[in-house]
């Protein structure tokens, strides 16, 4: 599965099943995550990518916009 449709699939699911704060944080974390790793397969991730999207901070400007 490429890594636009997982996001998508649960994106669609958080917006059926969350309040909105807990979409709107996972869609702040998805979307980026998509955009970082766009057109791979799911399981092509590996663990280190995964950790250091994780710990590493977003551009500034993605904050401003977001709230």
Same mark, same amino acid.
């Given at each position: 599965?490429?890594?636009?449709?997982?996001?998508? *699939?649960?994106?669609?699911?958080?917006?059926?099943?969350?309040?909105?704060?807990?979409?709107?944080?996972?869609?702040?974390?998805? &979307?980026?995550?998509?955009?970082? *790793?766009? @057109?791979?397969?799911?399981?092509?991730?590996?663990?280190?990518?995964?950790?250091?999207? &994780?710990?590493?901070?977003?551009?500034?400007?993605?904050?401003? @916009?977001?709230?």
């Amino acid at each position: 599965m490429k890594v636009l449709k997982a996001v998508e *699939f649960h994106l669609q699911y958080q917006r059926a099943n969350s309040k909105e704060n807990s979409v709107k944080n996972c869609e702040f974390v998805l &979307l980026r995550f998509r955009d970082s *790793f766009s @057109g791979r397969d799911l399981e092509s991730v590996t663990h280190e990518e995964t950790l250091e999207f &994780l710990t590493t901070a977003p551009p500034q400007s993605l904050y401003f @916009g977001y709230f």
